[in-house]
């Protein structure tokens, strides 16, 4: 059973960065041979693709929104992806989710279980 | 950019119905149109993969269908636990984008 546990919520101030982690468990693979992906979801809005890695051309790729403030990265000694976000703004309050983009159908197959960050002066 | 618009974005409907929400690309997107379940306060569910592969474990009541630009996902009989929101999303190419969603509601 995949599964994708994410760090607890957060709470920042405006101008402030927040990093989120997200540990990969049980799915057979390392962490360096999968497609990690971030989503974001406002309160009661959709569901906004901030990034993610592209095997096609083996690098992340970041939503243009967000380019110059987001940063993904992996520690594959501990399974674990990391989305750090700066200059954050009262806009960026939203839940966070980790997703493992599998390959040969480019879907979200499993996703963690959202943290929610909130940024209130 | 490729723009993803779904209709309605919402819809009443009781047990038994059968219901289709349409998803449409702003360019052709071939098959890479996945479509998601998510229920309040849980993260997203994928439910169908290249526009009519049906996930493991999602109950055949689902179905999707379509390519190039128009999509539709089809429940066959509504059951109570179908009542939430879905999202088409596209995985043509970067940036992933998604449709603003369908919220399915109890008549």
């Known amino acids: 059973q995949v599964q994708l546990v994410q760090s607890g919520a957060e709470v920042r101030k405006p101008g402030a960065s927040v990093k989120v982690s997200c540990k990969v468990s049980?799915?057979?693979?390392?962490?360096?041979?999968?497609?990690m992906h971030w989503v974001r979801q406002a309160r009661g809005k959709g569901l906004e693709w901030m990034g993610g890695?592209?095997?096609?051309?083996?690098?992340?790729i970041y939503a243009q929104k967000f380019q110059g403030r987001v940063t993904m990265t992996e520690d594959s000694s501990t399974d674990t992806a990391y989305m750090e976000l700066s200059s954050l703004r009262s806009e960026d309050t939203a839940v966070y989710y980790c997703a493992i983009e599998v390959e040969y159908s480019r879907s979200l197959d499993y996703w963690g279980q959202g943290t929610l960050v909130t940024v209130s002066s | 950019d490729i723009q993803m618009t779904q209709s309605p974005s919402s819809l009443s409907a009781s047990v038994g119905d059968r219901v289709t929400i349409t998803c449409r690309a702003s360019q052709s997107i071939s098959s890479y149109l996945n479509w998601y379940q998510q229920k309040p306060g849980k993260a997203p569910k994928l439910l169908i993969y290249?526009?009519?592969s049906l996930q493991s474990g999602v109950p055949s009541r689902f179905s999707g269908s379509g390519s190039g630009t128009d999509f539709i996902l089809t429940i066959s009989s509504l059951q109570p636990e179908d009542f939430a929101t879905y999202f088409c999303q596209q995985s043509y190419s970067t940036p992933r984008t998604f449709g603003q969603g369908t919220k399915l509601e109890i008549k």
């Open positions: 290249t526009a009519s």
């Open positions: 049980e799915y057979g693979f390392a962490l360096t041979e999968l497609s």
């Open positions: 890695f592209d095997p096609e051309d083996g690098e992340t």
